[in-house]
């Protein structure tokens, strides 16, 4: 895959990712199924009683447990499901955007070299064995290289939902993040990638308002691909724990990106910087075996194929 300079992109992710100020949190609700009146105060964000009530049997249906440590055998490449195909059809009802989906999240997603090159031929290839992706690269053209108003350095879970931290100039009054992006950019998918960044506090915090954010999604009729976190800052993997948790009880995508960082030389992450958190980064993507790429690259082709992958089972009748 042809990428730019490597230098560049040490100044940008150290700009990103070294210093990351704590999002206030939202005041909590009595319930988190009750979030979209506080998500959003526009009138694009008021959905209608069937869509609420898909959303509370979404939440409310039993789903299998996972086992301790078993997320970390979950397939890098979610598979889709029926309750991910209502979600998809609900959305289209509500007038989503097929073509569209949106980026959701921190200073790991915030960057220039985050899936931006498939927006501009010339800056990538994808060789042989992956041609196939040029139709998802086609497909969604435009959402590759889109500044997401739901993706800024320092984001957490708690500032996704918090009006506060949102774009004044774009987002409206009271309007949260992840509102204002799926009101202006109407995605039929978001693809959610959340670190550790949320001042040490327990993977239940996390959950809750990770929780809160699936939710939300999923009354938006937006299809919600959950994204492993490649570190384990918190030295335990609850966060990533949480996060399969979560995709397994709202049966929604999960893209198993820790498990596919494991083969590669110091699982992804960059030696220079050695500190867990980083990602590695090589130019020469198709030019090494697959357990000598580096975490960039890989990120952007696992990230890729997991688009890939749902689009096409969403397209099965």
């Not at 198993?256 to 130019?283: K, V």
């Amino acid at each position: 895959m042809k990428v730019r300079h490597l230098f560049l992109l040490l100044l940008m992710l150290l700009a990103a990712c070294t210093i990351a100020p704590t999002a206030t949190p939202q005041p909590e609700t009595e319930s988190t199924s009750t979030t979209s009146t506080s998500l959003s105060a526009s009138p694009e964000a008021t959905k209608s009683e069937a869509a609420i009530a898909a959303t509370e049997e979404f939440a409310a249906t039993p789903r299998p447990t996972l086992g301790p440590d078993e997320w970390m055998t979950l397939p890098v490449i979610p598979e889709v499901t029926d309750t991910t195909h209502e979600i998809y059809a609900r959305g289209l009802a509500m007038g989503r955007d097929p073509n569209a989906f949106s980026k959701i999240g921190d200073c790991q997603t915030n960057t220039g070299f985050y899936l931006v090159d498939f927006d501009h031929k010339g800056w990538y290839s994808l060789g042989e064995e992956y041609a196939y992706l040029q139709d998802t690269i086609d497909y969604y053209e435009g959402s590759y290289s889109r500044t997401s108003l739901a993706m800024r350095d320092g984001y957490n879970v708690a500032a996704i939902l918090t009006p506060l931290r949102a774009d004044p100039k774009m987002c409206e009054k009271g309007e949260t993040p992840i509102a204002c992006e799926f009101r202006l950019h109407n995605p039929s998918i978001a693809v959610i990638s959340l670190e550790t960044n949320f001042s040490g506090r327990p993977a239940d915090d996390y959950g809750k308002y990770m929780r809160q954010i699936v939710e939300y999604s999923i009354e938006q009729g937006v299809v919600p691909i959950l994204a492993t976190k490649g570190d384990n800052l918190e030295g335990d993997h609850s966060i990533n724990a949480e996060i399969a948790k979560i995709a397994v009880e709202y049966d929604i995508p999960l893209w198993n990106f820790w498990a596919a960082l494991q083969p590669l030389p110091n699982n992804g992450h960059s030696i220079e910087w050695n500190d867990g958190f980083h990602l590695s980064f090589s130019r020469n993507f198709f030019d090494q075996p697959k357990n000598m790429l580096s975490g960039w690259p890989w990120r952007n082709l696992t990230a890729l194929q997991a688009l890939d992958a749902v689009r096409r089972g969403l397209q099965e009748q």
